[in-house]
């Protein structure tokens, strides 16, 4: 949403509260209300994406931490890469250079990530572009053992509401 939008829906909002016959007192009880039904329907949205949609598929430590971290509509693209990336052989893998190749398909394109054990770019340019890992950077970590996925690839966009308030906390802090 826009700035001009986004201050638009704002005053929207507000302008259901304000009046000349409102005391600051009735204003503050009626956003307090409000606040608490926002909070309701997070909580009613977040137990529809538990009981729905939002399941582990493989049970891994990567998924669980995508699982935890994304929202549901982000997860779900996460779990396509993320079940894809097991379909990728490492050929080759000089020092932070890794070559991977579709395990079936002989005409596939090869692909080389390069991870030095804190950030990874892969030739596709998935991430840069979508935001979302690309299975040939997933398979590298589960090619490595990595067990935890770095936060620089949640970008605040495909996150839930705990990240983020996690995040402006952090910045408050700093």
């Not at 994304?70 to 890469?81: A, D, I, N, R, V």
């Not at 979302?132 to 950077?137: A, D, E, N, S, T």
């Not at 770095?150 to 408050?172: N, V």
Request: aromatic residues 12%.
């Amino acid at each position: 949403m826009i700035t001009t939008g986004r201050s638009e829906s704002i005053n929207a909002f507000i302008k259901r509260f304000i009046g000349s016959h409102i005391c600051l007192k009735d204003f503050v009880k009626q956003v307090d209300i409000v606040i608490e039904d926002i909070e309701q329907n997070q909580a009613y949205d977040t137990m529809l994406d538990t009981y729905r949609s939002s399941f582990l598929r493989t049970l891994t430590l990567l998924e669980e931490q995508a699982h935890n971290v994304l929202t549901p509509y982000s997860f779900k693209m996460f779990q396509e890469e993320f079940g894809r990336a097991t379909q990728y052989s490492v050929l080759r893998q000089d020092e932070c250079a890794f070559f991977l190749k579709h395990y079936k398909e002989p005409t596939s394109q090869n692909h080389m990530v390069h991870w030095d054990g804190k950030l990874a770019t892969c030739s596709c340019k998935q991430f840069e572009f979508l935001g979302i890992l690309c299975r040939h950077i997933l398979s590298v970590f589960i090619h490595n053992d990595c067990y935890e996925i770095p936060q620089i690839y949640f970008p605040s966009r495909w996150c839930g509401q705990a990240l983020k308030m996690d995040d402006m906390l952090h910045e408050l802090e700093e």
